[in-house]
């Protein structure tokens, strides 16, 4: 670590994993209650625990790229931090609204919650991803300003780079399209129409932008390449991730009642969407063998080219699988959609998060660059864990999904909903199995920091 205000980005770090094994664990309980299907009902229904599962993986991503920027930030513009009181000002705040909300849903009716939160006022709740109360929704916005002028004060003030340029026009891009939250029309076309512009145009917009910035800052503090090279290639990754991503938006459009055209919109522009995956594998892979060091946090350099991997395989390849609108018409909201949504945001977001962790939390817990042999052997093991579980809970919720597709929707037979669901048990039980592992993965990650830590690192 060489400046001492990048110390703040360790709460941020510490609160994402934290929140991350809340995710996982609500994960399980929602992966037992399709197969048993009054498990801890009524003390947690399916729909509260869906949402506390979706929210806690939206914070906890949240908490994970705020640390990133605190900690990427002062070390490519060579200045300390604007304000680091006001960093962890905006930690405990967030923190403590995010907790509450939770508490919210697990503890009062969602109807209630709306009444107690002035939902009245400005009707913001009730939809997909977006369920925080409008207060919740408030605090967000005010959090997320005084992280950009933090930032932005802090690069005003020091050297201006590439990583710190893409990755502050992520922010801001998160900032502004998290305002169509507020906006929740009446017609219910239009309503989904301006959601999705806060969904898609976050995990397949903006948020491609920090991925690519935080994967670039650690490979070239990893490999040694050229900082040159390494931002020509991220140059042409963003372009063509916002080209593709802003107008394959339409693959969203297929058949909510919007123009027909969008089918070939969207199906064109989605079809060339994993193109910026495949050039940030090529990419990521390219720098570690141009390496001019071997750099002692090898378990870092194994999260940064998974990354780079998965997000490929699970934005790439699993959305193309059903983003073109004729198969798209029969794959639509089936488990084929929870496969890819699965793979996607553990490859492209969580394994992003858990790069710039494995990097940067040996450096703020005093060590120079790196955990122990013993620590990284360990973390290692999650990284393999964790991963190939994911693939796993990937495979399953596939196989399920085109069987699902076939008997409910394709044949000339379809049957009912809940007749399927009864024929696809055992891949989900696969796939809770799975999540088990996935867990296991995630315990032995939070144990790697702690072994070892009196042992030397690795030369």
């Known amino acids: 670590m060489q400046y001492q205000s990048q110390a703040v980005a360790k709460p941020y770090f510490i609160a994402a994993i934290g929140l991350f094994v809340g995710q996982i664990l609500f994960g399980l309980i929602m992966g037992l209650q399709y197969v048993i299907g009054d498990f801890l009902f009524p003390e947690i229904p399916f729909n509260v625990a869906r949402m506390v599962h ?52 697990l503890l009062v009716p969602y109807a209630t919650l709306a009444e107690m939160t002035g939902n009245s006022l400005l009707p913001t709740m009730g939809r997909e991803f977006l369920e925080q109360p409008t207060i919740t929704k408030i605090g967000i916005v005010i959090v997320a300003l005084a992280f950009l002028f933090n930032l932005g004060m802090t690069m005003l003030k020091g050297r201006k780079t590439v990583i710190t340029l893409v990755l502050f026009i992520g922010l801001v891009g998160l ?25 898609h145009l976050w995990v397949e917009g903006v948020w491609e932008l920090i991925l690519g910035a935080i994967l670039a800052f650690v490979l070239i503090k990893t490999t040694g390449v050229d ?6 290639w991220l140059y042409v990754i963003i372009a063509l991730a916002l080209i593709t991503g802003i107008i394959g938006t339409g693959h969203h459009f297929f058949w909510i009642g ?31 063998n141009q390496r001019r060091r071997n750099h002692p946090n090898q378990a870092a350099v194994l999260w940064a080219l998974g990354t780079s991997v998965m997000a490929f ?6 959305g193309f699988m059903h983003t073109l609108a004729p198969v798209n018409y029969y794959t639509h909201g089936t488990q084929i959609t929870a496969a890819h949504g699965h793979m996607a945001f553990y490859g492209a977001y969580a394994m992003i998060v858990l790069t710039i962790i494995s990097y940067a939390m040996p450096m703020l817990r005093g060590r120079k660059a790196a955990n122990s042999g013993k620590s990284q052997i360990l973390e290692m093991w999650s990284f ?6 994911m693939v796993f809970i990937t495979l399953f919720l596939t196989a399920a999904g085109v069987l699902q597709v076939y008997t409910q929707r ?24 799975a999540g088990v592992v996935f867990l296991i993965g995630l315990i032995i990650y939070i144990i790697s920091f702690f072994a070892g830590s009196n042992e030397p690192e690795q030369a």
């Open 54 to 105: 979706t929210n806690l993986l939206i914070v906890w991503i949240l908490f994970g790229f705020m640390g990133a920027a605190y900690y990427l930030v002062p070390e490519e513009s060579e200045c300390e931090l604007y304000s680091p009181k006001l960093a962890l000002l905006m930690f405990w705040v967030f923190l403590i609204a995010g907790a509450l909300t939770i508490l919210g849903y």
């Open 410 to 433: 394709y044949t000339d037979n379809p049957q009912p909903f809940m007749a399927v669901q009864e024929r696809l048990e055992l891949f989900y039980w696969m796939r809770e199995a």
């Open 384 to 389: 393999w864990l964790m991963t190939v579980s």
């Open 175 to 199: 900032a502004v399209f998290f305002l169509f939250s507020f906006f929740n029309p009446d017609n219910l076309v239009r309503d989904k129409l301006y959601w999705w512009f806060v969904v």
């Open 227 to 232: 900082r040159e090279v390494i931002e020509k």
């Open 258 to 288: 919007l123009p027909g055209y969008w089918q070939w919109w969207g199906s064109i522009f989605s079809a060339l969407e994993p193109l910026p995956f495949f050039m940030m594998t090529v990419f990521a892979f390219n720098m570690v």
């Open 313 to 318: 395989l699970g934005a790439g390849v699993w």
